[in-house]
């Protein structure tokens, strides 16, 4: 088992843990309805991915009715 020869500073293990950042998803353009959406996903306002129809939308259900 790895144990620490010496003991790490409060700066110095402060300072590695700085380094945690979440990062904010990438928001790309749907080419359908030019809503920002995550990339690589259906888009949550069309339903459409890759040009094709992949979801239904709340606003499709109401039409259907």
Do not use: F, Q
């Not at 300072?15 to 888009?43: D, G, Q, Y």
């Not at 306002?45 to 039409?63: I, P, Q, R």
Request: charged letters at 30%; glycine letters at 4%; one cysteine or more.
């Amino acid at each position: 088992m790895a144990v620490p020869k010496h003991k790490v500073s409060k700066s110095r293990g402060r300072s590695r843990i700085a380094n945690w950042k979440a990062s904010a998803p990438t928001l790309v353009e749907c080419p359908n309805c030019h809503e920002k959406k995550v990339a690589h996903s259906v888009c949550s306002n069309c339903g459409y991915y890759d040009g094709e129809k992949k979801m239904l939308v709340k606003s499709d259900k109401k039409k259907s009715k």
